[in-house]
C-alpha cells in the first residue's frame, strides 16, 4: 500500500481555519485519497475522499495537488469539537469494498478556543 | 448514512475467559468488514478482514485461532477473543462499506463506536 506523511501534531485557534497536510508521494494513478479523523474514545469518523478534483462536503474541503503526490483536508472554521487525530489514508479504487484501509498515525489537531 | 453498530462498547472479563464483540451494519448489506485493534495512544492496526460466508483473511503477525471471527450473515460479524490475557485488553474497532454491484469507491467507510476490552 502507497504510503502517506502526516505531521504528528498541529494547533489551531477556534473559528479559524485549519490546513492538515498529507504527502503521498508514490500514489497510483488509481489510488482514492480518504481523510478520517478519531475523537478520543470512539471509532473513527468519514471525513472526505477524492480522486483528482477538490472536494467539498458540509464537514470539510479536499485540496488535490495537481500531481496528486499531496493533499490539504481543510476545516474552514475549527470548532472544540473538531480536536481529534486525522488520519489520510489511500485506498486503490479496484476490488469494491473488499479493500481494506491501512491507518498510518495521523495528525493530532488542537483547538484552542 | 451508512451506519454500524458494536456491541458491547466495553466489557471486563477474567484471564482466561472469551469474549465476543458483535458488529453489525445497520441500513446497508456488509459482504465484508474489518477488524482493527488500537492500543493507547498508537494508531488503529488491522487485525482481519471478515468475508460473509467464507474465512476471514487475517494480518501477519495476528493469530488465527485466538480471534475467531464469524461472518455468518450480510449485516453481522463477530470477533471472539478467545482464552483472553491482559495483553488482549484493548480497543477494538469494526468498519464497513456499502458496496455491492454499481456502488463504487465512491464511499466513505463507516466505522463501528469500539469496544473497550479490560481483561484483569
Known amino acids: 500500500d502507497a504510503k502517506t506523511t502526516q505531521p504528528n501534531s498541529m494547533e489551531s485557534n477556534e473559528e479559524e481555519p485549519v490546513h492538515l497536510p498529507c504527502n503521498h508521494s508514490?500514489?497510483?494513478?488509481?489510488?482514492?485519497i480518504h481523510w478520517y479523523r478519531q475523537l478520543p474514545s470512539q471509532g473513527p469518523e468519514y471525513v472526505i475522499h477524492g480522486l483528482t478534483s477538490n472536494v467539498n462536503n458540509r464537514m470539510a474541503s479536499l485540496a488535490i495537488a495537481e500531481d496528486r503526490k499531496s493533499s490539504t483536508l481543510i476545516l474552514h472554521r475549527a470548532t472544540l469539537r473538531d480536536a481529534a487525530v486525522y488520519y489520510c489514508i489511500l485506498r486503490a479504487s479496484y476490488g469494491g469494498a473488499t479493500n481494506k484501509l491501512i491507518f498510518g498515525t495521523g495528525t493530532l489537531l488542537a483547538v484552542q478556543p | 448514512g451508512a451506519v454500524v453498530s458494536q456491541h458491547p462498547s466495553w466489557v471486563i472479563c477474567k484471564s482466561g475467559t472469551s469474549v465476543k464483540i458483535e458488529c453489525r451494519s445497520l441500513d446497508f448489506q456488509a459482504t465484508t468488514m474489518f477488524w482493527y485493534r488500537q492500543f493507547p495512544k498508537q494508531s488503529l492496526m488491522l487485525m482481519a478482514t471478515s468475508n460473509e460466508g467464507s474465512k476471514a483473511t487475517y494480518e501477519q503477525g495476528v493469530e488465527k485461532d485466538k480471534f475467531l471471527i464469524n461472518h455468518a450473515s450480510l449485516t453481522l460479524s463477530t470477533l471472539t477473543v478467545t482464552s483472553a490475557h491482559p495483553e488482549d485488553s484493548s480497543f477494538y474497532i469494526c468498519?464497513?462499506?456499502?458496496?455491492?454491484f454499481g456502488r463504487g469507491p465512491k464511499y466513505g467507510y463507516t466505522f463501528g463506536s469500539g469496544t473497550r476490552l479490560t481483561v484483569v
Open positions: 468498519s464497513a462499506r456499502e458496496g455491492g
Open positions: 508514490t500514489i497510483s494513478g488509481t489510488d482514492y
